[in-house]
């Protein structure tokens, strides 16, 4: 439905997005993974055609965007980054004011503004204006303004930053209705990696402006697949066991975590044994040993030797 | 663009600061100037004078009269039959009279008591302040007046006029006394040379009180003048007022969000130039009623002279719609709209000054004063006090005309300004 071919933007001479090529297919739940910084809201500013690519177009069922945005627009819900409303209206005037220049009916309007602000959990806050509600309602209200013309497809920016988790759940079991019941298509950029392994069917990890993997939660995972993530627990920490432990050839990296080591290591059958061996020599006794299922952040974490949230 | 003129207006009047400001502050404004101003500067309202003239009278006028008629009749100058129009005339206005009458007429009796006395006691008068001025009229005034006028013989006479200090007060007795004597020479010379003009005809010289009113402009009062001005100036703000709106929108990401609709973006610009109009409209009536209601600034005035004073403020309100539209375009234009904010500031500053709000026009040098009238403060300011003096509907169509131009030529320059899409940084 929605691809971006070689997508590129320079801001000044730093390219912040090269080359992101994605695709949306009707229905999907796909999700854009990144730390901080990584050109996610670029790539969804060029999408969504509030931003001019460098180069590359964006496609909307093989129509260039670029030079005629309008169609999009029709079909194109966003959610920014940032709480995008005006903060002096209350609830109900900033959603009529946005459905209206959405070109919603008039005659649709009123009952569309009603159904939204139920879905959002607002609508016996829908008088008060926006500057008294709390970090977790103007998120659900900066989504309501973004669902009034009924898009097809709906992106959104990380639409959880900063707000409690009961808030959190309820935005994402409500972008999950629209998906499946409404058969929204959503981009949902996010840097929590546990949000879009929740809601996404695919994934995208983008990293310094590229995406650096894509596929199915199960593709991305099998990257991982000749390498064992396993969490030791100890009765002491110890540096010297750390840096003894790097040593060995088939581990990749070694992580401190409050009650021990985490361990990510290409498979191999005297790991285990070698581990013990180590402990045994600095006196430090292995109390708990457990394999772990891997998570995308350890994917990524693969693929750059960082985490998310760095 | 309805939609976006109804956001704008309704944001305008959530900000009961910003209202506060903009309706209350003006008012406030004006009504206290006025009256502390009204202390220093009441010598301008005639109303209020009480000023004290001793005349000191060393003219003997019947005898000169006398004398005067037999040098006529001696006289080869005169033909004949002009001779005894000239005495008759003469008789019926005997110059040093006349003045005596104009002195005592109803006109300046309000605001000028006239004594005559004896010159010792009126410069014992002034001595004391009792008096504000004294006017001598020497020895043998009419009989040397007549003479040089008619006859053209000796110099013309003068009267002494003196005062203990130069002061308004003093100034504005000799203006008038000046003034007089001009249209009485006037009317001797017009008589002598057998022109069509009677003495009947220009009996009562008001011309010389009206010489007087230009230079002082008496009709204006202070507290009209700052309704006008600080109105006008206060109204200059909202032009940015509006405008800086617009930095708010960028900076809380609704213009973005307004940007991905199909809405064309020009229906926020002019949403903002129609939302100035509104708000500037209703600021500057707010203004005047405002300050008419408290202190009666307008009282008495005509119905033909509201509807005009409402044309010029709509006229007006455009302009400043129209400035508002250009800054709207270039605050979208500029990376940091706080930057945007003061260079706005800043330039309605110096509109303000060089247009006269915050003084008076005349002190700044004359080129200044001209570029002064084209802004549409300045061009409307000065309109205004003049259609408050003469009320002359003539005098209002070229300067609406060019504030409309302006208008015009604002919102091409800013829609030519306003960014395409993708450009807004
Ligand atoms: N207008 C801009 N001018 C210059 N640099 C920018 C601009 N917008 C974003 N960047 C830079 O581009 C990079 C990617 O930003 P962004 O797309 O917001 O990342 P993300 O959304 O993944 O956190 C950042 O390093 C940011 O500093
Ligand atoms: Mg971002």
Redesign the pocket.
Known sequence: MIETIKLR?D??E?T??EDVDLYLDKGESVGLL????????????MISSL?KPTSGDVKLNGESVVKHPSELRKVLGVVP?EIALYQELTAYENLKFFGRIYRVPKDKLETRIQTTLKLVGLKDRQKDRIKTFSGGMKRRINIASALLHHPKVLIL??PTVGIDPQSRNYILEMIRQLNEQSGTTILY?S?YMEEVEQLCDRVYI?DH?KVIASGSQSELLSILSNEDTMRVQLNQMSHSLVKAIQEIDVIRQVEETGDGIKIIAKKSTNLISNLVKLADQQNIKILNFQMENPSLEDVFLHLTGRTLRD | MLTFLMKDLLLFWRDRKEVLTVILLPLVLVVVLSISMAGLFDENQSDNYDLALSLVMEDHQSKAIEEFKASVHQSDRIPDNGKQEVIAGVEEHPPVESLMDFLTSPELENWLTVETMSKGEAKERIENGESNAMLLIPEGYTAQLLKNIYLDQGTAPSLQFSAKETAVEVDMIHDVIDGFLEQLNLQYVVSMSGGEVSMNQVEHPEGGTEVVDNDHSFSLTMDQYFALSIGALFVLFMASTVASRTGIEKREHTFNRIALTNTPGLHFLFGKTCATFVLSLLQILLIFIGSHLILGVFSERSFTFWMGMIFMASVYALAIAGLSSIMTSVSLRLKNPDAADGIFMTILMVFGTIGGNFIPIYVLPNWLQQIGEWTPNGLTLAILIEWLQFEDVSTLWLPAIRLLGLTLIAIGVSTMLYPRRGEI?
């Open positions: 933007k801001f000044k730093k912040v997005v990144g730390p901080n910084g990584a050109g996610k809201s670029t790539t969804i500013s931003l980054q920016d990380e950029t840097h983008m402006g | 940084s």
